[in-house]
């Protein structure tokens, strides 16, 4: 009697939290659904402003041959470029800008570089464009006319294949930023790629503690709701993490920093941002529910409905995929071999979500950056060359004109 009794308590108890777990993602899967079909993608605009109306500022630490890639992919008619680095370095092309070891404030780590270039750092241009070090800015023509400006991300292979495969998985699902300019308040940023008007800046500031400052910030400036968003389609090419070990930091980074800072969201986004964080992080321990599907005996309440739910939730799995094999432009052996992975890939995209759940973080931890060599993509193959080519020549004929200068000065 004591034996039938625990395994109805162990039945019960699993049959409540595999439910659980599927209603969570069953209502995150519906909501985007109702973002893309319902809601939309919100068009653009016309770019309004043009390269020279753009200062881009890159972030870095030291990482001095990546930065060096990503400012020989800019155009040559932005108002300026700028490295803001942790520490002095030698980059072509660009003025760096060292934070000083002295200069304390409220914000932490890479917020802290940015808050101190905005204050120390005069900008006469429209817009301050961030970008990582690692983004490659292909075909910049300029932005719309808008007070942040989301641009989109494509992640790139480094030196883990898993990883970029979970990035491209990871696109699937992030196509819904495109509606994001259509809603009070957006989900997320991506810091990667990402302008703002100069004048939203400063009345905003990065002066928080914050370990993703970029969400942080557009939750802060959509406070006022007469600020507007757009999403500009470009390829703004960025690494995808060069490890599985550096993917899951990352991802619990993200987590752990938007849990943190979800009190600055309406009560309503709140509860939406928390569940939708909740679903990623419990794909971790979604192979629980398959148990109901091979086992030959009933394990949870109303088999027919959990079995149609579970059937919903693996054609979105797949369909995220195929969604971001699709945005990614990949080759067709990449999407074969994700379709393959998938069950692998999501548990492992999921883990550092799961870890931020089970033990949020405080601590901003860089990923690691692989150098422009080798970076094993071959859209970024192609770019890197001749970026690398573009600034050699550019760096020649400054070299030239520098040496011309100097002679007719000897000869006067």
Not at 59 to 82: G, H, K
Not at 213 to 227: C, K, L, P, Q, V
Not at 312 to 334: D, H, P, T
Request: aromatic residues 12%; proline residues 5%.
């Amino acid at each position: 009697m004591n034996n039938i009794l625990l395994w109805l308590t162990v039945v019960f108890g699993y049959s409540v939290i595999v439910w659980t777990i599927l209603l969570i993602f069953f209502i995150s899967t519906v909501y985007w659904l109702f973002e893309m079909l319902v809601v939309g993608r919100a068009s653009c605009g016309p770019l309004e402003y043009g390269p020279e109306d753009v200062e881009v500022r890159i972030m870095t630490i030291d990482a001095e041959s990546v930065v060096q890639a990503t400012v020989d992919v800019l155009p040559d008619n932005l108002s300026a470029v700028r490295v803001i680095a942790e520490r002095d370095i030698n980059i072509q092309r660009a003025t760096v800008h060292a934070v000083p070891d002295d200069f304390v404030c409220e914000a932490t780590r890479k917020g802290r570089a940015i808050e101190w270039a905005r204050q120390q750092i005069p900008c006469e241009a429209e817009y301050v464009l961030y970008l990582d070090e690692d983004t490659l800015l292909e075909d910049f023509e300029g932005l719309p006319d808008a007070d942040l400006i989301q641009l989109s991300e494509h992640p790139i292979r480094s030196d883990s294949w898993l990883a970029y495969l979970a990035e491209i998985f990871r696109m699937g699902f992030q196509y819904e930023q495109a509606t994001f300019p259509r809603f009070r308040y957006p989900m997320y940023a991506w810091g990667g790629g990402f302008a703002i008007r100069k004048t939203v800046e400063d009345q905003v500031t990065w002066n928080v503690n914050s370990v993703t400052e970029d969400t942080n910030f557009i939750w802060r400036a959509f406070e006022d709701s007469s600020r507007d968003l757009a999403f500009l389609r470009v390829r703004a090419m960025n690494q995808a993490p060069p490890s599985v070990r550096e993917m899951i930091h990352q991802r619990r980074r993200w987590i752990s920093g938007a849990a943190n800072d979800s009190h600055l969201l309406p009560y309503r986004y709140q509860i939406l941002s928390l569940l939708r964080n909740a679903a990623w992080g419990l794909v971790f321990l979604s192979p629980l529910l398959l148990i109901p599907v091979v086992t030959p005996f009933s394990v949870v309440f109303s088999p027919e409905l959990y079995l149609l739910l579970f059937q919903f939730q693996l054609i979105g799995l797949f369909g995220w995929a195929i969604l971001g094999y699709w945005y990614s432009g990949e080759r067709l052996r990449v999407l074969l071999l994700l379709l393959v992975t998938i069950p692998l890939v999501a548990v492992i995209h999921a883990a550092g979500a799961f870890w931020a759940i089970v033990s949020p973080t405080t601590n901003f931890r860089v990923t690691r950056k692989v150098t422009p060599t080798k970076v094993k993509d071959e859209d970024a193959a192609q770019v890197i060359p001749a970026a690398a080519q573009t600034g050699q020549n550019r760096r020649t004929e400054m070299e030239t004109e520098t040496a011309e200068n100097s002679d007719s000065s000897s000869e006067t």
